[in-house]
């Protein structure tokens, strides 16, 4: 396994970490100078964030620092009431992958969705089969397009928690299961064109994890999200911990996912309206550097 | 598929929903009074609640009424830091098992336990693979005396994001592979000793549980709790919803239950800070006769 003690070329940082720096919004091209500014080569940028700066604006500043992208977040969100609603999905998503592609970014990650309806409190329909059947034939649709540009999407399997609201795919055996249907090894002899993100804090739980990891395999695995599981939990999307925080193991997921090929960055994910986004976002840069080298 | 619609005969009330009536401790001789002048046949105390009013004077109680358990809550937390603890859940579990005995209980439920010390805020370790073990070997130990006796153990798979704090056993394959182990089918000819309480609120989002209920079976099957899951869940632990008030489809995983066997109550179970226990309990015993009847 890497050793991640001596510096942090391997730490990417999901955006989302630092954008509500003091409780205030810190622009991206803010968070991009202040990465560069501590050596940081790489971030995942959310699209609201990017469209807040600007798209050619950020594409050129991140050439000017050199940090890439460990991913870009993010298309999916596929089912809804109606065929005009999932039309709209699909065509989102297609913005998604052009922005992910002229950003350089090696994958669009997807949050697939779920109830529709649900995330502003009343579900249109309870089917949560129909909602998977749904995800499924937009992954298939994306993918059409996606392989034209050659942009790779990751399906990010979220908690059981957020089944109802953000994504009806929920472990990481059902998201390779997708894969493995849309996306067959033997059609894709290069690289995969469909994978899979693993988050740790929505996978830690899960018994079959290491492996699930392990049939995954070097293809398949196109992210890595680190952040900790507090105890208590006080929020169940805006509570995650800093690495250490909490009872993640997380040296032990990346032995699995080095194990299996991955050779990828280590990328920071914190949603925190409690603690970290009441925080200058640059001494939270820090404390990513510094927990990145220490516990991850 | 049983139709629930005409009466509340398989209905059953785990007297948590309505512990805190009104704010207030509301005492179990009282919730068995107010559910036998309802026509309640089935209740699954917990024993805390019995132990406050005594033992000996609920079973006499329910022998006047006529009011029968459908489980009794709880045994587990298995995972301590050191020996005496661990032999200390192992005591604590046989004294449940005498209990739930002495009240004819049909099984025992077991919230297996997690990482020791993260129900108070502070994990004592953080390896899951090692609670689950220690989970592994504690219900193998409880398991020998609870047959002895002819207490039927059921495993609860908690949600996920219960897995830090209260059970490491969280999708019922996982259960379901610990039954299999340590109560083989051809061990016990009759009923299984050790089988699997299935709770609609923990289970509901995962993509396997129609498979898992037909491979568990009418042997494994010892329990059906029903509420529901809100959008929003404000909280992780207290914040369940009233049947019909959320998205859990609970008549189509019934329909999966009976067809593999299952014939027994449909326990409410309703954990409500914010909302059911600010009620008075009657109320709420009105409620869940209504929606048992209407959307279960």
């Known amino acids: 396994m890497r050793d991640f003690s001596g510096d942090h070329q391997w730490l990417s940082i999901n955006t989302a970490t630092v954008r509500n720096s003091l409780g205030a919004d810190w622009p991206l091209d803010k968070i991009i100078a202040a990465c560069a500014a501590r050596g940081i080569r790489a971030i995942s940028p959310w699209r609201d964030q990017v469209a807040a700066v600007g798209l050619k604006r950020i594409a050129r500043q991140l050439q000017d620092t050199g940090i890439v992208l460990s991913g870009y977040c993010r298309g999916g969100f596929y089912p809804a009431i109606d065929a005009a609603g999932r039309r709209a999905a699909l065509d989102d998503t297609e913005r998604a992958i052009d922005e992910a592609k002229l950003l350089n970014a090696p994958c669009l990650v997807l949050v697939v969705g779920a109830l529709p309806g649900a995330l502003s409190g009343k579900a249109q329909y309870t089917a949560i089969s129909r909602a998977r059947s749904e995800v499924r034939d937009g992954i298939c649709a994306s993918l059409e397009y996606a392989r034209t540009v050659g942009m790779p999407l990751a399906i990010e399997p979220l908690h059981p928690m957020q089944a109802a609201e953000r994504a009806c795919v929920n472990t990481l055996e059902h998201a390779l299961d997708l894969c493995d249907e849309l996306d067959p090894p033997a059609e ?109």
Not at 205 to 232: F, M, N, S, Y
Not at 246 to 266: C, D, N, T
Request: some cysteine; charged content about 25%; glycine content about 10%.
């Open 188 to 296: 894709s002899a290069g690289g995969a064109a469909l994978g899979v993100a693993v988050d740790a804090y929505h996978v830690w739980w899960d018994p079959k994890l290491e492996q699930q990891i392990a049939r995954a395999g070097a293809r398949r695995l196109l992210a890595w999200h680190v952040c900790d599981w507090l105890t208590p939990t006080r929020d169940l999307l805006n509570d995650r911990g800093m690495m250490g925080d909490g009872v993640i193991e997380l040296p032990k997921i990346r032995r699995w996912m080095e194990a299996a090929g991955y050779a990828g960055f280590s990328e920071v994910e914190i949603f925190s309206t409690l603690d970290w986004w009441q925080r200058e976002g640059g001494s939270v840069l820090d404390t990513c550097i510094e927990r990145h080298r220490s516990v991850c």
